[in-house]
Every structure is written in structure tokens, then in C-alpha cells.
């Protein structure tokens, strides 16, 4: 079952207490740590990620089974991991970019160390 887990907002102003993720080359925060479960994204020039994830405000998912949820979908970016405790992937779902995220057994946003 999809559990509603934030609303990633495109800037280019860094933003406190940012975590790096490497394989993407972005900067997120954390939308536990934000009243409305915005989570902002600050790409670095270079970063690989292009096209509607980098261009686009994306809505996301926790999800039980990343594999399972985008079987028929269209890919985007991933799945890969971002951190140590979280797999993502993001789809092309009418027009609209969706992230879904597994996170390990137990484990959430606010408990992985960057």
C-alpha cells in the first residue's frame, strides 16, 4: 500500500541541515523536519540527473516493494539506492513525476545517517 511521504520542490538556494546524496549529486532536506512534508532539491551543476526530475516539482510514495509498485511504468531515474537505508525510483505518471521510496525494515527518512 502507498503511504503519502512528502512533496520535492526544486531550488537553487541552499537550505538547512541539507543532506548529499552522491549518486544523483543532489542536496535534499529532510521533509520530516518541515511542516507541510516539503523536501527541497538543490542539483549541483554537474549533477546526471536531467529531464522532468530535475525540471519538475515530483510527489512521493513509501512504498512496501519498489520492484513490484513501477512494474509497467515509465522510468525515469533509478531505482538506486540514495541512502544506506533507502531505495528510490522515479516514474512518469500523466505528465506528473512520482517518487517511490522503500526504506529497509524498520527504518525511516529521520533515522538515516548521510
Not at 11 to 40: A, G, L, M, R
Amino acid at each position: 500500500m502507498r503511504e503519502f511521504h512528502h512533496v520535492g520542490v526544486i531550488t537553487d538556494d541552499p537550505q538547512p541541515e541539507e543532506i548529499y546524496v552522491s549518486e544523483t549529486k543532489v542536496f535534499v532536506t529532510n521533509p520530516n523536519e518541515h511542516p507541510y512534508k516539503i523536501e527541497y532539491l538543490r542539483f549541483e551543476p554537474d549533477s546526471p540527473v536531467t529531464g522532468p526530475v530535475r525540471n519538475q516539482p515530483h510527489i512521493a510514495f513509501k512504498v512496501p516493494d519498489l520492484e513490484k509498485e513501477i512494474e509497467g511504468m515509465e522510468i525515469l531515474l533509478g531505482p538506486f539506492q540514495a541512502m544506506e537505508n533507502l531505495k528510490v525510483v522515479f516514474v512518469l505518471i500523466d505528465g506528473a513525476v512520482y517518487e517511490f521510496m522503500e526504506f529497509s525494515e524498520g527504518t525511516e527518512f529521520g533515522e538515516i545517517d548521510s
